[in-house]
DNA sequence: GGAATAGGCGCC
DNA sequence: AAAGGGCGCCTATTCC
């Protein structure tokens, strides 16, 4: 290997000469950013920079006769002209490896380089894709494993570095990044070369976008709405719970907070509250589903009123902290003011996005507050919100699945959750409910009498009465499990799209021998969740002879397993879609601005939003046959000013 | 005093 | 007792 600091014309002109040699020739590509830490609300290890003040330090490049050329831009002394690196950046293959192209992508974008000719491929998501799994795949990691090089150590920033001080280290990561490219490229089945190339990759640059667009809040509208109204209610309500709960007359210590599940313990041994089950550690639960029921059946008036204030209150910080003091610190420290959440192609087990730092993912949809909230998300001057959710998306990949009555009720344009309505003789609102839970995540009859006030044996006869309604869920759920436990020595199942998720928990008794440690925190888990015996083994049954705690989680990975594949599928489904409709929009007219698992939300200049609706309907709706399903994949998108007029 | 955990709750 | 999947963030409390 040779590293070459591009500093003077001749081994610009020489890395130019090299690329010319070979048209086929792909390369590894790593850029160096300097810049302030971004602040989090949470303490981290690493701080990652703040990308509204980041800065181009420099790339490096790879090429495949192990010579580097690393272009520094931004360091002490010496640096190459930018008219080199533009003509560098120009001169690249179409293939471009890159480890985390969402970084890449977007810090080369924002520094005007234009990426529109480059078709990325990332070695983290290959890695990822290869590997099944999230974590351990860095750069620095998987260059030991695969590569079994070490990556030169690094203390400190970039900014008071020349560039021949990081000459061996850059290189060796754009080295790195292309031959555990190319070594992954070789390790993964066509399926999912098509899934890296075509799905993953681009949707990783898409995400750099939204991170790097953000979106608007007004902030200012929202404390005078939301704010008010919160604050309105909070003095009012604080004043009565004060009032009620002051226990010793004048004393303010006796006072109980609504917030803190320690002192709420009072009321339920005092007979003011009912108790609705016991928590890990073995308080009684003080939660929503406790506080509604007794909202209706405590004991006494003043305990029912106290339940409802509780709730109230609890509401009311929860839109302070979190929508309102949460979002300020946010936006503050970016210099144009806007929201602009982190979204994680790597963090969810299934393959969904994940966002935070705020979480997108989690803004009020229903309730008081929600209104306010999504009005205050306003499409920038000039432009309009175009929205599209998929219509139930889950429980159509689940009946394509199925089969049998199951698709051909959707095949029909059947009101599904109404029919569960009427087999359960519940409203439709329940059936809906009764869908995901019992239908998709396999819930039981304990859930089921709790969720919806029925007895134990009433739950169980429902139940029974849905799998009689629906048999095809009931032998799809079991020819998953049958398959996915064939396979050893680790259980594994795959969306769609071809992604792996390892499910070690159908196999309980060899994963405590193969991986103790990992056995172990789900064990722990399970025995606190679900307050069982360590100890107890089961007597009868199909488990017989198992221990509880074993069978429990046998049952969790079932869950995992038949979820995993519609959940995962449908996020394959959108990222295909988002990806597509990306490709062929027109940036300067229109764009992606966030996701929320079956919602994506544009934004496009006025006079294209009934283009773009169309644009958005046609290419999430089309990765329903793309993708090789039968059952009706269907987007309806809404035009608005607001993040609210566009929802629902 | 800061870090970690628990309980709780927002979303799909 | 046969237990719903996937996330991130807040406050209160406890630990060190």
Redesign the pocket.
Known sequence: MKFHLVTTEAKHERFLRLLAKDESWVVGFDTEAVGPARRY???RDKPFLNMGYAALQGFSIALPNEEVFYYPLRHRKQNAKWRWAEAAWEALPLSVWAHNVKFDSRLMEQEGFNIDGVEWLDSMLAAWLHYGRNSEISLKYLAKEVLDRESPEWQGSLIDKTGAEVLEYVCHDALNTLQLGEYLWEKLTPRLRKTLGEVETPFAVELGRMEARGIKLDLEKLEATMGTLADGNLTTDQAEWDELTDIIPGDPGSYI?P??????QEFFLDGTWVER?T?????????????EYNEKNAQTETGRRLAELC?RI??A??V???YL??FY?EMRQWPDRRIHAEL?QL????G?L??????I???????EY?PFLKQCYVADEGELFVSA?YAQIELRLFAELAGGTLLQAFLDGVDLHQRTADALAESREDGK?FN???L?????????SR?FGWTFTEAKEKIAAIAAEYPEAQAFREKVITRVLRRAPVPFVRTKAGRLRWVPELRPNEWKVRDPEAYQKKHDY?I?????DPYEE?Q????AGWL??D??MR??GE??AV??II?GSAADLAKLGMVNFAREADRSLMRIVTM????VLCSSFSGAAQSCAKLLKQHMEQAGPFMGYSVPILAEPQIGKTWFDV??
């Not at 917030?259 to 709420?264: D, E, G, P, R, T």
């Not at 606190?528 to 069982?532: A, G, H, N, S």
């Open positions: 609300s949470k303490a907070s917030n803190s599940a320690k002192q709420l089950g928590t890990s550690t073995g308080a009684f639960k003080t939660g929503k589903d406790t506080l709730l609890r509401a910080k929860k302070k902290g979190t003091d949460g610190e994680h963090v969810a087990r299934t969904r994940s966002s935070s730092n705020p979480n993912q989690n803004q009020l949809a229903r309730g929600a959710d409910k995901f839970a019992f998709i995540y396999g819930g039981g009859p304990g859930k089921a969720e399970l606190k969740e679900y307050k069982i089961v009868w049954g199909d488990f509880a705690v069978r429990a049952m969790s869950r995992i979820n995993t959940q929320v698992h079956d919602e929802h629902g």
